[in-house]
């Protein structure tokens, strides 16, 4: 018996060492534009992802990255960040890359703005809160730890609120046990169309807990994950929709008729009459140089057939007659040509595809990260 349990550990090991034998390391150094100071504490990670480290007394860094193409996020409080797309290749070397980062300068009369608490200002925090974290059971959980970091302008005349940060913004995510630290770029925020836009890089941290906690955890990351855009994207690279309780479909009419019924700002609009036919994988999908491409015209409809709608999101699109939850239902239409899938389940332009109906209601309080994989039933 001990022979064997030795044996077994043998093959573990063996096994764990061949898995993590294919990742490549990729290596950097970081210094200041200016000085060619080498900088330390250089926050250095993998956009959307756990995987992430901080740079030594030299500057130095180094990740273990799988073969795949990556956005490397090169951030630190003062500076202006470094977004730097690499391609991880199983044949070739990778050689180390210099960062030179510049220090970032405030406008003295936006710093002024910053300072006011007045009434405007929490409004426009609790809106952004809204529509950046979300408005689902989780995601009114999150907590922002900085919002002094924010600089916030509302358009009174077109109704639009815009959002940046002088730094990451810093996010505790307790009910899916993460701690992320999220690069806002931009953000946008219509108030009368409710419709908003943000453009920025998170990293996710594991939240440290007890055995309990972790479980729990556990299980509610799976939950957030099943339905998911990261769930549909990897179903539909492996053509695994059905079995994965998805199912597309466009309108019947055609798209002309719904082109006439687009709203204000140029997005598709779905009423109770519009009926859908299944769409068949070789009408949006297909398959370059072996990448996962999705293009089609107009729109399409995604329904995930396995969870209904979350209360919350019936009490949000509820005016006065409550209507029952009833399937998640999604509208995706293109603004670009086409997108890749890629195998993490992302999008290579996140910009160039528009959703509506559930997914547009999940924000980052319902994110997960993109290297994060159920557990196997």
């Known amino acids: 018996m001990k022979i064997f349990r030795l044996s077994a550990f043998l093959i573990f090991i063996l096994f764990s060492n061949s898995l993590y034998a294919q990742k490549k390391a990729f290596n950097g150094r970081v210094i200041d534009e200016k000085n060619n100071e080498p900088l330390a504490f250089v926050s250095v990670y993998i956009t959307n992802t756990t995987i992430g480290t901080i740079t030594n007394a030299k500057g130095e860094f180094s990740l273990m990255l799988d073969p795949g193409k990556y956005e490397v996020i090169v951030s630190m409080v003062g500076y202006g960040p470094i977004v730097h797309p690499v391609e991880i290749r199983r044949e070739l070397a990778n050689p180390p890359i210099l960062f030179k980062i510049a220090t970032k300068a405030y406008a003295l009369d936006t710093v002024s703005v910053l300072a006011k608490r007045d009434a405007s200002w929490y409004s426009n925090l609790r809106l952004f809160k809204d529509y950046f974290l979300g408005k689902s059971s989780k995601a009114q959980k999150c907590k922002l730890l900085n919002p002094d970091a924010l600089i916030t302008v509302f358009d009174v005349e077109k109704q639009t609120l815009t959002v940046t940060a002088k730094e990451p913004l810093l996010i505790e995510n307790p009910e899916l046990g993460y701690k992320i630290s999220f690069l806002l770029i931009a953000f946008v925020m219509n ?21 309990n906690q972790k479980q729990e955890w556990a299980e509610k990351r799976q939950q957030a994950y099943l339905g998911s855009t990261m769930h549909f994207v990897r179903s539909l690279r492996d053509q695994k929709l059905q079995q994965e309780g998805f199912r597309v479909s466009r309108p019947v009419e055609g798209l002309s008729v719904y082109a006439a019924e687009a709203s204000v700002n140029g997005r598709p609009r779905v009423t109770k009459s519009t009926r859908f036919e299944d769409v068949s994988y070789g009408e949006y999908l297909s398959f370059p140089e072996n990448q996962a491409k999705l293009e089609f015209k107009g729109f399409l409809q995604v329904v995930y057939l396995r969870e209904m709608e979350d209360l919350e999101y019936v009490y949000s699109k509820t005016s006065d007659d409550l209507r029952k939850a009833s399937y998640q239902t999604s509208i995706i239409s293109l603004r670009d040509p086409s997108v890749f899938l890629q195998e993490n389940g992302s999008f290579d332009k996140p910009l160039g595809i528009t959703f509506e109906g559930y997914w547009s209601w999940d924000k980052v309080g319902d994110m997960l990260p993109y290297d994060y994989y159920p557990k196997s039933e």
Do not use: V
Request: charged share 30%; proline share 5%.
């Open 191 to 211: 108030k009368e169309a409710k419709y908003s836009s943000y453009l920025g890089y998170p990293h996710f941290e594991l939240m440290d807990g007890s055995d």
